[in-house]
């Protein structure tokens, strides 16, 4: 069974829209940590975020902010106000316990925004 | 963040001869690599995870005599892709942590793209 899900192939919005990229992960260790990585065409996998399993506050930073909810065991990613540079695939990961030897990937949404 | 810096970006190669793609922490020491192979559009598919100074951990279904790994210091990486065939295309991107920039974040590189004719 996948670990972590994206269900979202692909998305496409147009400039100054927000738009939520989801992630759903299933693990049945306490401890996890989960993370978002952007990758762009140049294909270098950028690190955005890391989340611990005891820490469910929501972060923002700049346009970009993430929704931890244990309880439906997602880790949702929104982009406000989207530009044209934000154009990526966004992959979700998960490791579980103190493992950060071990990710386990999405199979990564790619998000299309269009001036 | 830490960086990782992978070289070269693209290579082209004829059938039958070898490609080392190298990977380097530039900013802190990596006690762990690891080297990714992606195939477009799809995620990311761990080949083997490298500890310095040990021999590299290879993932179910992964030919270690196809794909050398050498982690021989604190900073540098390299996958060596042996007698590559046309299969072997794909885009490989390795990865690091280590020391305590990047101790429990994966820091990638930019990825090499190879192209076997």
């Known amino acids: 069974a996948q670990k972590v899900t994206q269900a979202q192939t692909e998305i496409s919005v147009v400039e100054k829209e927000d738009v939520t990229l989801d992630c759903v992960y299933e693990?049945?260790?306490?401890?996890?940590?989960l993370f978002w990585y952007k990758q762009p065409p140049s294909g270098e996998l950028v690190f955005l975020i890391r989340r611990n399993s005891f820490d469910e506050q929501n972060e923002i930073s700049g346009r970009y902010s993430w929704n931890f909810q244990k309880s439906t065991s997602s880790f949702n990613f929104t982009i406000t106000a989207s530009q044209v540079v934000d154009s990526a695939v966004y992959f979700c990961?998960?490791?579980?316990?103190?493992?950060?030897?071990?990710?386990?990937f999405g199979s990564g949404t790619k998000l299309n925004v269009k001036p | 963040g830490a960086v990782v810096s992978q070289h070269p970006s693209w290579v082209i190669c004829k059938s039958g001869t070898s490609v080392k793609i190298e990977c380097r922490s530039l900013d802190f020491q990596a006690t762990t690599m690891f080297w990714y192979r992606q195939f477009p559009k799809q995620s990311l598919m761990l080949m083997a995870t490298?500890?310095?100074?040990?021999?590299?951990?290879?993932e179910q279904g992964v030919e270690k005599d196809k794909f050398l790994i050498n982690h021989a210091s604190l900073t540098l990486s390299t996958l060596t892709v042996t007698s590559a065939h046309p299969e072997d295309s794909s885009f490989y991107i390795c990865?690091?942590?280590?020391?305590?920039?990047?101790?429990?974040?994966?820091?990638f590189g930019a990825g090499t793209r190879l192209s076997v004719l």
């Open positions: 990865s690091a942590r280590g020391g305590s920039m990047a101790k429990n974040i994966q820091y």
């Open positions: 490298s500890n310095e100074g040990s021999k590299a951990t290879y």
């Open positions: 693990t049945r260790d306490t401890t996890y940590y």
């Open positions: 990961a998960l490791s579980e316990g103190y493992n950060f030897n071990k990710f386990y």
